[in-house]
């Protein structure tokens, strides 16, 4: 079994992550999907090589702390691992809401992750607020939908603005 370098994974992590952004600005969301999935599994397996023989049993959502823990990895490295991680997740939601069957479940479940780590990250708020809507728990949708217009970038504010100030006048 060939020992795989910290950096090397790092590495393949970061470009199958830049892989899948650019399928999905091509708008190939099938594909996307496929390669944030593969940087994920790479940020996975840079788990097992750093140490961590205990990442099998844990959810995805656990890999950060063994990254940030290992001294294999320069801290320039470690933080780019983390944001790519979050990169993934949140762009993963991304890509199911392109698709004709949206998984809303699992779109919920990925934005989650994100903001377990970045509480107030605008577009996994946003997405969590319409996947909520979806599933039909609309308190939890108008939550997180009011929770992302006071993160929104000011300078996107035109169409989203107009949809939530809609569920906010009909939610009574």
Not at 26 to 52: F, Q, S, T
Not at 83 to 99: G, I, R, T, V
Not at 130 to 138: E, I, P, R
């Amino acid at each position: 079994l060939e020992k795989k370098l910290p950096a090397d994974v790092v590495r393949r992590a970061l470009d199958f992550k830049s892989q899948g952004t650019q399928c999905y600005k091509d708008k190939k969301y099938r594909e996307a999907i496929g390669k944030y999935h593969r940087a994920l599994l790479e940020i996975k397996g840079l788990c097992r090589v750093l140490g961590d023989p205990d990442t099998s049993s844990k959810s995805p959502s656990s890999l950060l702390p063994t990254i940030s823990k290992s001294s294999t990895l320069t801290d320039e490295q470690k933080g780019a691992m983390e944001n790519a991680e979050l990169e993934c997740y949140n762009s993963l939601a991304a890509c199911l809401l392109q698709m004709e069957l949206v998984n809303y479940e699992r779109v919920k479940e990925y934005c989650l992750k994100v903001l377990l780590k970045e509480g107030k990250n605008f577009k996994a708020l946003y997405r969590s607020g319409v996947a909520y809507y979806h599933l039909g728990d609309f308190q939890k949708a108008l939550y997180y939908l009011k929770e992302s217009h006071k993160q929104e970038p000011s300078g996107q504010r035109s169409c989203r603005q107009a949809s939530l100030q809609f569920l906010i006048s009909t939610s009574g």
